[in-house]
């Protein structure tokens, strides 16, 4: 078994036909999901996850018709069924089916819940290359629903890793608005320089993944300084190490910034196994 979906009151196996042409998320992206792991027997922070998509929903209009809590115990029945070796993707999702009174409006009451959990080879601590992306910035506040995990954010992402794989290298870094860095295409990014680590803050541009607040909490924790603060583009040639956190690869280490080589640094490796011995006190 590879796929597994929650929808309708029913698991089904494989890629289910779910949306139609004429449902509003099909043609005007009123979607949210969120990602969360499942590996080893463990969930790492899944009931965040649960919550997070809840949040989003309401951001974007939608009436969630599952609390966190009855999308975490799906969770959990869901990543049973693939037994405790399974390397697992988990990804709620809400969306509206129909239009609401204004033009391109949603109906609330016409939000549609699944949960689709997928085998999904872990790739953390693998190390990765990254480049400046030059195509896009994120989005504003004000432009875009930045305080949701929305559908509708990803296309952006996607033209900025089809720069970066023209230009060589795995992902990319990404500035906000005003040229500062924010995250990745897809991931929340440290840099670390005389043993002090900084992430970007969170200004409203990029969602502060839960992965990353929980690698700066225990990071923190094992007493390194993390500095949430503004980041900008130039300590990227000078920091001494980079690394990324998100729930594709949870924590992975930067080898090459542009044309610089980067080994895999002490920090980075720390927050790999950090995270990974907490994620073990996270049991499904």
Known sequence: MDTLTYWNGTWHEGNPAILGPRDHAFWLGSMVFDGGRAFEGCGPDLDLHAERVVRSARALGLGPTKTPQEI?????????????KAELYVRPMF???????????????????????????????????????????RATPESAPTDAKASC?????????????????????????????????????????????????????????ITRNRVVKLL????????????????????DEMFTTGNAGKVQPVSRYESRDLQPGPIGRQAHELYMTFSKTQPV
């Open 153 to 209: 954010l990803y296309p952006n992402s996607s033209r900025g890793v089809a720069e970066m794989l023209k230009r060589g290298f795995n992902n990319g870094i990404v500035l906000d608005a005003v040229g500062n860095v924010a995250e990745t295409c897809s991931s929340n990014l440290f840099i670390a320089r005389n043993g002090v680590v900084a992430t970007p803050v969170p200004n409203g541009t990029f969602l502060a993944g």
């Open 95 to 137: 969306w509206a089916t129909k239009g609401g009174p204004g033009p391109i409006s949603v109906d609330p009451a016409s939000t549609d819940f699944l949960l689709c959990i997928y085998v999904s080879p872990m790739r953390a601590g693998t190390p990765l290359t990254l480049g400046l992306c030059r195509s896009i910035r």
């Open 220 to 239: 923190r924790n094992a007493g390194i300084t993390v500095e949430e603060r503004t980041v900008t583009v130039a300590e990227l040639d000078s920091c």
């Open 72 to 84: 975490l115990a799906l969770m959990h029945e869901g990543i049973r069924r693939f037994g405790p």
